[in-house]
């Protein structure tokens, strides 16, 4: 019977990487190529309290880079895109909107939008099926007109697709949808749930789903993208925007230990004036017993969460992905993973392999990265 210390191998290998399989994730052996973008970055002037909580002294304004994803099915090379960042010119933007950047309270820094960053990267926008946007606000929605029309878009389920100037306190304007074939979501119907998140499998093979996680606006959306058969990526649209809203948490602390340095670096870097743990001391923070997330998600009357409830519901469905050594979460706004993503053209397929996860979770406690916000400082805002 030599066969079985083989089968006993396969079945150890199996269960090793099966973690995944916690969520009820079905089996598949149906990927998708998924290449990140960061198209720009936006500032937003005094705004930190309208998506995180607490705000430290010196840290009012928030900057954002804007990811969006270009997704190609594996098996039938159709592509998609998962967001799309911001339009160029913010003057184009809905009255409301262009207000704040023409007052200087939103700074764009975006040299080109995702059209041209496509095609400059030999991407022809004809050959982009489809465009999913995880929610529909400005920084997402890019400028649609640009494709052709033969891209579809799909959008999550109570979307408001009213269009200025008809409804004239819209944030959509006609050429956001015009010419282009438009998919509402229905998750009332979708027999898949991972983690308390309704599923819907976009190419019917495994490959690619689509999670309803409602809350920072009506109609959000997230992804969960199949790079290797066992192994995701999950595109977190805004279900939060800042990774201290999702870390640490117990689960994320035993998958991931925080490296040595950081444990230590941290006793002084994060103010025990804001934020403790059971084993902080005046004066020095314990990240290892700290077992609930850094950051709240904004509840303030004027939070950019328009629900914040739900929001900090799909939120927790959502970390529980981020816990898992086989799903790597990437928000639309997570500043911390700047420096290290492999963007475009590179893929993110290589993940787990490469330990780009176990090597840049931490990265949001480290004082050199920009995403660090645990300490007042006397910086200007
Ligand atoms: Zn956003």
């Known amino acids: 019977m030599r066969l079985l210390p083989y089968l006993t191998l396969i079945f150890f290998v199996g269960e090793t990487y099966a973690s995944f399989g916690d969520f009820a994730i079905p089996r598949s052996e149906s990927t998708v190529v998924v290449r990140a973008f960061n198209v720009g970055n936006v500032t937003l002037k005094n705004s930190t309290h309208a998506f995180v909580s607490p705000v430290l002294p010196g840290h009012e304004s928030i900057d954002f880079p804007m990811h969006a994803f270009l997704v190609e099915h594996t098996a039938t090379q159709k592509r998609l895109m998962f967001d799309l960042g911001m339009r160029k010119d913010p003057l184009d933007f809905v009255p409301s909107i262009a207000a704040m950047f023409a007052s200087g309270s939103f700074i764009l820094n ?26 529909s606000h400005f920084d997402h929605i890019g400028d649609m007109s640009k494709f052709p029309n033969t891209t ?17 306190t819209a944030s959509l304007q006609a050429s956001d949808l015009a010419g282009h074939h438009v998919t509402e979501l229905d998750f009332t119907t979708a027999s898949l749930t991972f983690s308390g998140l309704k599923a819907i499998d976009f190419f019917g093979d495994g490959s690619f789903y689509l999670l309803n996680t409602p809350g920072h606006l009506p109609g959000h959306i997230t992804a969960l993208a199949r790079v290797t058969p066992t192994s995701f990526v999950a595109l977190g649209g805004d279900a939060f925007h800042h990774v201290g809203e999702a870390r640490p948490r117990p689960e994320f602390q035993k998958n991931f230990p925080c490296p ?14 804001f934020f403790w743990s059971p084993k902080s001391r005046e004066g020095a923070f314990d990240m290892h017993s700290r077992a609930q997330q850094l950051f709240a998600v904004s509840d303030l009357p004027d939070s950019f969460y328009a629900d914040p409830v739900t929001s900090q519901v799909s939120l927790e469905k959502l970390a529980t992905f981020d816990a898992d050594p086989d799903i790597f979460v990437v ?4 500043l911390s993973l700047v420096s290290s993503l492999p963007y475009f053209p590179a ?15 931490w990265n949001f406690v480290d004082k050199t990265n920009p995403a660090f916000t645990f300490n007042p400082t006397n910086a200007t805002s």
């Open 110 to 135: 975006e040299t080109k939008d995702i059209t041209e960053l496509l095609q400059d990267g030999g991407i022809p926008l004809r050959s982009i099926d489809t465009v999913i946007w995880s929610h």
């Open 152 to 168: 579809g878009l799909v959008i999550g389920p109570g979307t408001d697709t009213a269009t200025f100037p008809e409804s004239p």
């Open 260 to 273: 040595a340095h950081l444990l230590q670096e941290t006793k002084t870097s994060i103010s025990t004036d």
């Open 331 to 334: 928000i639309a706004h997570d």
């Open 347 to 361: 893929s993110l397929n290589n993940w787990k392999a490469s330990q780009l996860k176990k090597n840049t979770v």
